[in-house]
Nanobody
């Protein structure tokens, strides 16, 4: 069955870095756009980043542009989210998500992603 497993979250000080990993199984990663969403307590879920099938097309939430970088390694069935210069407002549970349809483009709508990982907590605090 389709599985997405996130790892790499944790506690980091403001200005620090973390790299999240999303390891996929049960489907051919190369055929799907993969994204990252996050949700902080009391806030709505928001799309953070997405990478298209080609690995060239990417999407970033405005507030993370220049700080976060998404990449994929289809041979390792893994998508990464490198997060630099982290801020307290980046604190949230981060979810790896898969587009519903093969070879579809990235979007920022959660309804377009039908598989979600269990989430990994990222806490940015001094």
């Amino acid at each position: 069955q389709v599985q997405l497993v996130e790892s790499g979250g944790g506690l980091v000080q403001p200005g620090g870095s973390l790299r999240l990993s999303c390891t996929a199984s049960g489907f051919t990663l190369a055929y799907y756009a993969i994204g990252w969403f996050r949700q902080a307590p009391g806030k709505e879920r928001e799309g953070v980043s997405c990478i298209g099938v080609s690995g060239v097309t990417t999407y970033y939430l405005e507030s993370v542009k220049g700080r976060f970088t998404i990449s994929r390694d289809n041979a390792k069935n893994t998508v990464y989210l490198q997060m630099n210069n982290l801020k307290p407002e980046d604190t949230a549970v981060y979810y790896c998500v898969r587009r519903s349809q093969e070879f579809s483009a990235c979007t920022g709508r959660s309804a377009d992603y039908n598989y979600w990982g269990q989430g990994t907590q990222v806490t940015v605090s001094s």
